[in-house]
Protein backbone atom coordinates (compact mmCIF):
# COMPACT_ATOMS: atom_id res chain seq x y z
CA UNK A 1 0.00 0.00 0.00
CA UNK A 2 2.83 2.56 0.79
CA UNK A 3 4.65 2.00 -2.59
CA UNK A 4 1.45 1.77 -4.33
CA UNK A 5 0.61 5.83 -2.59
CA UNK A 6 4.15 6.86 -3.43
CA UNK A 7 3.94 6.09 -6.76
CA UNK A 8 0.35 8.51 -7.37
CA UNK A 9 2.31 10.81 -5.02
CA UNK A 10 5.21 10.89 -7.64
CA UNK A 11 2.50 11.16 -10.62
CA UNK A 12 0.68 14.06 -8.53
CA UNK A 13 3.50 16.26 -8.63
CA UNK A 14 4.46 15.66 -12.27
CA UNK A 15 0.90 16.53 -13.26
CA UNK A 16 1.57 20.13 -11.25
CA UNK A 17 4.40 20.70 -12.75
CA UNK A 18 3.27 20.13 -16.19
CA UNK A 19 -0.04 22.43 -15.73
CA UNK A 20 2.26 25.04 -13.72
CA UNK A 21 4.34 25.21 -17.64
CA UNK A 22 0.98 25.37 -19.28
CA UNK A 23 -0.04 28.36 -16.61
CA UNK A 24 3.26 29.88 -17.45
CA UNK A 25 3.14 29.64 -20.90
CA UNK A 26 -0.62 30.99 -21.16
CA UNK A 27 0.15 34.33 -19.33
CA UNK A 28 3.26 34.83 -21.71
CA UNK A 29 1.33 34.57 -24.77
CA UNK A 30 -1.21 36.86 -23.73
CA UNK A 31 -1.61 39.85 -26.38
CA UNK A 32 0.83 42.23 -25.34
CA UNK A 33 2.14 39.92 -22.42
CA UNK A 34 1.51 40.29 -19.01
CA UNK A 35 2.74 43.80 -18.85
CA UNK A 36 -0.08 45.38 -20.99
CA UNK A 37 -2.26 42.86 -19.21
CA UNK A 38 -1.31 44.51 -16.06
CA UNK A 39 -1.14 47.90 -17.08
CA UNK A 40 -3.98 48.33 -19.24
CA UNK A 41 -4.03 50.55 -22.73
CA UNK A 42 -2.79 53.47 -20.63
CA UNK A 43 0.60 52.36 -19.91
CA UNK A 44 3.43 54.34 -21.07
CA UNK A 45 6.91 53.28 -22.74
CA UNK A 46 8.28 54.09 -18.80
CA UNK A 47 6.16 51.93 -16.53
CA UNK A 48 6.32 49.38 -19.24
CA UNK A 49 10.04 49.17 -19.03
CA UNK A 50 9.43 49.80 -15.27
CA UNK A 51 7.72 46.20 -14.70
CA UNK A 52 9.54 44.55 -17.38
CA UNK A 53 12.54 44.46 -15.04
CA UNK A 54 10.14 44.35 -11.61
CA UNK A 55 8.77 40.82 -12.78
CA UNK A 56 12.15 39.80 -14.46
CA UNK A 57 10.78 39.28 -18.12
CA UNK A 58 13.83 40.62 -19.72
CA UNK A 59 15.97 37.52 -18.02
CA UNK A 60 15.97 34.26 -20.51
CA UNK A 61 12.77 32.55 -20.51
CA UNK A 62 13.67 29.31 -17.99
CA UNK A 63 15.21 31.72 -15.92
CA UNK A 64 12.03 33.00 -15.61
CA UNK A 65 9.89 30.09 -15.05
CA UNK A 66 12.08 28.79 -12.13
CA UNK A 67 11.48 32.09 -10.80
CA UNK A 68 8.14 31.54 -11.57
CA UNK A 69 7.85 28.22 -9.97
CA UNK A 70 9.94 29.07 -6.76
CA UNK A 71 6.91 31.62 -6.25
CA UNK A 72 4.20 29.34 -6.68
CA UNK A 73 5.79 27.08 -4.19
CA UNK A 74 5.44 29.79 -1.70
CA UNK A 75 2.14 30.91 -2.62
CA UNK A 76 3.37 34.37 -3.73
CA UNK A 77 1.16 34.55 -7.03
CA UNK A 78 0.66 38.87 -6.84
CA UNK A 79 -1.65 40.99 -5.79
CA UNK A 80 -5.60 41.59 -6.82
CA UNK A 81 -6.07 44.42 -9.26
CA UNK A 82 -9.52 43.20 -10.38
CA UNK A 83 -11.29 40.97 -8.10
CA UNK A 84 -10.19 42.54 -5.09
CA UNK A 85 -8.19 45.71 -5.58
CA UNK A 86 -5.03 45.75 -2.79
CA UNK A 87 -5.62 41.86 -1.53
CA UNK A 88 -2.99 39.14 -2.40
CA UNK A 89 -4.21 36.47 -4.77
CA UNK A 90 -3.47 34.11 -1.85
CA UNK A 91 -5.67 35.96 1.05
CA UNK A 92 -8.24 36.33 -1.30
CA UNK A 93 -7.87 32.46 -1.98
CA UNK A 94 -7.86 31.38 1.52
CA UNK A 95 -11.06 33.75 2.03
CA UNK A 96 -13.50 32.53 -0.57
CA UNK A 97 -12.15 28.64 -0.63
CA UNK A 98 -14.32 27.69 2.62
CA UNK A 99 -17.39 29.07 0.71
CA UNK A 100 -17.02 27.13 -2.12
CA UNK A 101 -15.64 23.80 -0.54
CA UNK A 102 -18.91 24.26 1.59
CA UNK A 103 -21.36 24.75 -0.59
CA UNK A 104 -19.53 21.70 -3.16
CA UNK A 105 -19.49 19.38 -0.19
CA UNK A 106 -23.46 20.09 0.32
CA UNK A 107 -23.79 19.43 -3.55
CA UNK A 108 -21.56 16.17 -3.59
CA UNK A 109 -23.81 15.13 -0.14
CA UNK A 110 -26.70 15.27 -2.11
CA UNK A 111 -25.86 13.69 -5.22
CA UNK A 112 -24.13 10.71 -3.40
CA UNK A 113 -27.47 10.28 -0.41
CA UNK A 114 -29.80 10.28 -3.44
CA UNK A 115 -28.07 9.09 -6.23
CA UNK A 116 -26.81 5.65 -5.00
CA UNK A 117 -30.24 3.99 -3.53
CA UNK A 118 -32.22 5.26 -6.29
CA UNK A 119 -29.52 3.65 -8.57
CA UNK A 120 -29.60 0.64 -6.63
CA UNK A 121 -33.37 0.37 -6.04
CA UNK A 122 -33.80 1.22 -10.58
CA UNK A 123 -31.03 -1.56 -11.04
CA UNK A 124 -33.83 -4.23 -8.46
CA UNK A 125 -36.79 -2.90 -10.42
CA UNK A 126 -35.29 -2.70 -14.19
CA UNK A 127 -37.90 -2.64 -16.06
CA UNK A 128 -40.60 -1.36 -14.12
CA UNK A 129 -41.85 2.36 -13.79
CA UNK A 130 -39.86 3.72 -10.45
CA UNK A 131 -37.08 2.13 -13.25
CA UNK A 132 -37.99 4.09 -16.49
CA UNK A 133 -39.39 6.77 -14.08
CA UNK A 134 -35.63 7.88 -12.46
CA UNK A 135 -33.91 7.12 -15.98
CA UNK A 136 -36.10 10.01 -17.34
CA UNK A 137 -35.48 12.17 -14.53
CA UNK A 138 -31.92 11.75 -14.74
CA UNK A 139 -31.88 11.86 -18.07
CA UNK A 140 -33.35 15.46 -17.34
CA UNK A 141 -31.15 16.10 -15.07
CA UNK A 142 -27.95 15.76 -17.13
CA UNK A 143 -29.87 17.66 -19.96
CA UNK A 144 -30.68 21.17 -18.47
CA UNK A 145 -28.17 23.67 -17.99
CA UNK A 146 -26.74 24.76 -14.60
CA UNK A 147 -27.39 28.17 -14.93
CA UNK A 148 -31.05 27.59 -16.16
CA UNK A 149 -31.87 25.33 -13.14
CA UNK A 150 -30.54 28.02 -11.37
CA UNK A 151 -32.08 30.51 -12.38
CA UNK A 152 -35.47 28.05 -12.11
CA UNK A 153 -34.97 27.50 -8.21
CA UNK A 154 -34.30 31.08 -7.58
CA UNK A 155 -37.37 32.40 -9.39
CA UNK A 156 -39.41 29.72 -7.59
CA UNK A 157 -38.29 29.41 -4.27
CA UNK A 158 -37.06 33.04 -3.48
CA UNK A 159 -38.75 35.86 -5.59
CA UNK A 160 -42.39 33.84 -5.94
CA UNK A 161 -42.80 31.89 -2.74
CA UNK A 162 -39.87 33.77 -0.89
CA UNK A 163 -38.99 30.36 1.67
CA UNK A 164 -35.46 30.15 0.83
CA UNK A 165 -32.78 33.16 0.85
CA UNK A 166 -31.84 34.20 -2.91
CA UNK A 167 -27.85 34.98 -2.59
CA UNK A 168 -24.99 35.73 -0.40
CA UNK A 169 -23.88 33.03 1.99
CA UNK A 170 -25.33 34.60 5.46
CA UNK A 171 -27.95 36.61 6.66
CA UNK A 172 -26.77 37.21 10.23
CA UNK A 173 -24.15 39.91 10.26
CA UNK A 174 -22.82 39.29 14.26
CA UNK A 175 -22.33 35.22 13.28
CA UNK A 176 -18.91 34.46 14.83
CA UNK A 177 -16.54 33.51 12.34
CA UNK A 178 -14.10 30.79 13.56
CA UNK A 179 -13.37 28.42 10.36
CA UNK A 180 -14.88 30.06 7.80
CA UNK A 181 -17.09 27.43 7.22
CA UNK A 182 -20.23 29.18 8.03
CA UNK A 183 -22.41 26.26 9.53
CA UNK A 184 -19.88 24.49 10.63
CA UNK A 185 -18.51 27.75 12.93
CA UNK A 186 -22.34 28.16 14.35
CA UNK A 187 -22.61 24.55 15.25
CA UNK A 188 -18.86 25.07 16.89
CA UNK A 189 -20.51 28.43 18.46
CA UNK A 190 -23.81 26.93 19.01
CA UNK A 191 -25.44 29.91 17.53
CA UNK A 192 -27.91 27.80 15.89
CA UNK A 193 -29.39 30.50 14.53
CA UNK A 194 -26.35 31.88 12.40
CA UNK A 195 -26.30 28.09 11.39
CA UNK A 196 -29.66 27.25 10.71
CA UNK A 197 -29.30 30.30 8.58
CA UNK A 198 -26.14 29.55 6.65
CA UNK A 199 -27.77 26.01 5.79
CA UNK A 200 -30.72 27.80 4.13
CA UNK A 201 -28.82 29.75 2.18
CA UNK A 202 -26.69 26.65 0.28
CA UNK A 203 -30.02 24.51 -0.11
CA UNK A 204 -30.60 26.75 -3.69
CA UNK A 205 -27.02 26.36 -4.66
CA UNK A 206 -26.30 22.82 -3.71
CA UNK A 207 -29.50 21.41 -5.20
CA UNK A 208 -28.51 23.42 -8.33
CA UNK A 209 -24.84 22.39 -8.16
CA UNK A 210 -25.47 18.79 -7.55
CA UNK A 211 -28.18 17.86 -9.87
CA UNK A 212 -25.62 16.77 -13.03
CA UNK A 213 -23.25 15.21 -10.19
CA UNK A 214 -26.79 13.35 -9.13
CA UNK A 215 -27.61 12.01 -12.25
CA UNK A 216 -24.59 10.69 -13.79
CA UNK A 217 -24.21 8.43 -10.22
CA UNK A 218 -27.44 7.71 -10.29
CA UNK A 219 -26.68 5.97 -13.63
CA UNK A 220 -23.63 4.63 -12.67
CA UNK A 221 -24.59 3.16 -10.09
CA UNK A 222 -27.92 1.49 -11.75
CA UNK A 223 -25.55 0.45 -14.36
CA UNK A 224 -23.07 -1.24 -12.16
CA UNK A 225 -25.61 -3.14 -10.18
CA UNK A 226 -27.41 -4.16 -13.03
CA UNK A 227 -23.71 -6.07 -14.08
CA UNK A 228 -22.96 -7.32 -10.70
CA UNK A 229 -26.98 -9.06 -10.36
CA UNK A 230 -25.75 -10.88 -13.56
CA UNK A 231 -22.62 -12.75 -12.01
CA UNK A 232 -22.62 -16.11 -11.34
CA UNK A 233 -21.68 -15.32 -8.25
CA UNK A 234 -25.10 -13.63 -7.12
CA UNK A 235 -26.79 -16.18 -8.46
CA UNK A 236 -24.93 -18.90 -6.46
CA UNK A 237 -25.72 -16.57 -3.01
CA UNK A 238 -29.32 -16.45 -3.79
CA UNK A 239 -29.63 -19.97 -4.38
CA UNK A 240 -27.61 -20.85 -0.78
CA UNK A 241 -30.92 -19.08 0.90
CA UNK A 242 -28.71 -15.77 1.87
CA UNK A 243 -30.73 -13.25 2.63
CA UNK A 244 -31.05 -10.42 0.66
CA UNK A 245 -29.60 -7.93 3.13
CA UNK A 246 -26.68 -9.98 3.29
CA UNK A 247 -26.55 -10.47 -0.59
CA UNK A 248 -26.41 -6.66 -1.04
CA UNK A 249 -24.21 -5.51 1.22
CA UNK A 250 -21.48 -8.19 1.14
CA UNK A 251 -21.67 -9.24 -3.10
CA UNK A 252 -23.83 -6.71 -5.15
CA UNK A 253 -23.05 -3.08 -3.37
CA UNK A 254 -18.94 -4.22 -2.81
CA UNK A 255 -18.56 -5.13 -6.15
CA UNK A 256 -20.60 -2.54 -7.62
CA UNK A 257 -18.45 0.58 -5.64
CA UNK A 258 -15.45 0.35 -7.94
CA UNK A 259 -16.99 2.44 -11.20
CA UNK A 260 -18.91 4.44 -8.53
CA UNK A 261 -16.25 5.62 -6.56
CA UNK A 262 -14.48 6.93 -9.42
CA UNK A 263 -17.94 8.56 -10.79
CA UNK A 264 -17.80 10.48 -7.25
CA UNK A 265 -14.41 11.48 -7.19
CA UNK A 266 -14.42 13.18 -10.63
CA UNK A 267 -18.01 15.01 -10.59
CA UNK A 268 -16.40 16.09 -7.12
CA UNK A 269 -13.27 17.18 -8.74
CA UNK A 270 -15.37 18.96 -11.35
CA UNK A 271 -17.62 20.75 -9.27
CA UNK A 272 -15.57 23.80 -9.19
CA UNK A 273 -16.49 24.26 -12.95
CA UNK A 274 -19.95 24.14 -12.14
CA UNK A 275 -19.10 26.00 -9.37
CA UNK A 276 -18.77 29.29 -11.56
CA UNK A 277 -22.42 29.67 -13.10
CA UNK A 278 -23.77 28.53 -9.58
CA UNK A 279 -21.74 31.03 -7.51
CA UNK A 280 -22.53 33.76 -9.93
CA UNK A 281 -26.53 33.24 -10.18
CA UNK A 282 -26.71 33.10 -6.54
CA UNK A 283 -23.92 35.93 -5.46
CA UNK A 284 -21.74 33.19 -3.62
CA UNK A 285 -18.89 34.88 -3.01
CA UNK A 286 -16.63 32.15 -3.45
CA UNK A 287 -13.78 30.58 -5.79
CA UNK A 288 -15.75 29.83 -8.62
CA UNK A 289 -17.64 33.64 -8.77
CA UNK A 290 -13.48 34.93 -8.37
CA UNK A 291 -12.61 33.07 -10.97
CA UNK A 292 -15.37 34.55 -13.57
CA UNK A 293 -14.71 38.14 -11.98
CA UNK A 294 -11.09 37.31 -12.72
CA UNK A 295 -11.95 36.47 -16.40
CA UNK A 296 -13.98 39.80 -16.60
CA UNK A 297 -11.60 41.83 -14.93
CA UNK A 298 -8.34 40.97 -16.33
CA UNK A 299 -7.10 39.64 -13.06
CA UNK A 300 -4.02 37.40 -13.89
CA UNK A 301 -2.82 37.19 -10.53
CA UNK A 302 -5.91 35.72 -9.12
CA UNK A 303 -6.52 33.43 -12.52
CA UNK A 304 -3.01 32.14 -11.95
CA UNK A 305 -3.41 30.91 -8.51
CA UNK A 306 -7.23 29.71 -8.81
CA UNK A 307 -6.08 27.71 -11.80
CA UNK A 308 -3.29 25.92 -10.16
CA UNK A 309 -5.58 25.66 -6.76
CA UNK A 310 -8.33 23.88 -8.75
CA UNK A 311 -5.84 22.10 -10.89
CA UNK A 312 -4.63 20.71 -7.28
CA UNK A 313 -7.97 20.11 -5.90
CA UNK A 314 -8.70 18.06 -8.81
CA UNK A 315 -5.35 15.86 -8.54
CA UNK A 316 -6.03 15.41 -4.70
CA UNK A 317 -9.43 14.32 -5.01
CA UNK A 318 -8.03 11.43 -7.87
CA UNK A 319 -5.20 10.64 -5.58
CA UNK A 320 -7.89 9.50 -3.15
CA UNK A 321 -9.77 7.75 -5.31
CA UNK A 322 -7.52 5.76 -6.37
CA UNK A 323 -6.39 5.39 -2.72
CA UNK A 324 -9.77 4.28 -2.09
CA UNK A 325 -9.86 1.76 -4.66
CA UNK A 326 -6.74 -0.10 -3.09
CA UNK A 327 -8.71 -0.82 -0.08
CA UNK A 328 -12.22 -1.74 -2.05
CA UNK A 329 -9.91 -4.49 -4.36
CA UNK A 330 -6.85 -5.38 -3.00
CA UNK A 331 -5.69 -6.39 -6.38
CA UNK A 332 -5.27 -2.89 -7.92
CA UNK A 333 -2.60 -2.21 -5.63
CA UNK A 334 -0.03 -4.83 -7.81
CA UNK A 335 -0.82 -2.96 -11.12
Excluded at 17 to 26: E, I, T
Excluded at 192 to 211: C, S
Excluded at 240 to 254: D, E, F, P, S, Y
Amino acid sequence: MLRYTVRRLLQMVVVLLVLSLLVFAWLRALPGGPVSALLGERATPESRHDLIVQLGLDQPIFVQYLKFLGRALTGNFGTSNGVQPGTTAMDLFLTRFPATIELSVFAIIIAVVFGIPLGYMAAKRRGGWFDNATVIGSLVGIAVPVFFLAFLLKYIFAVKLGVLPSDSRQSVTDATRVTGFFVLDGIITQEWDAAWDAFRHLILPAIALGTIPFAVVFRITRAAVLDVLDEDYVRTAESKGLTAQLIRRRHVLRNAMLPVVTTIGLQTGALLAGAVLTENVFAFPGVGQALALGFERRDYPVLQLLIMMAAMVYVVVNLLVDLSYALIDPRIRTR
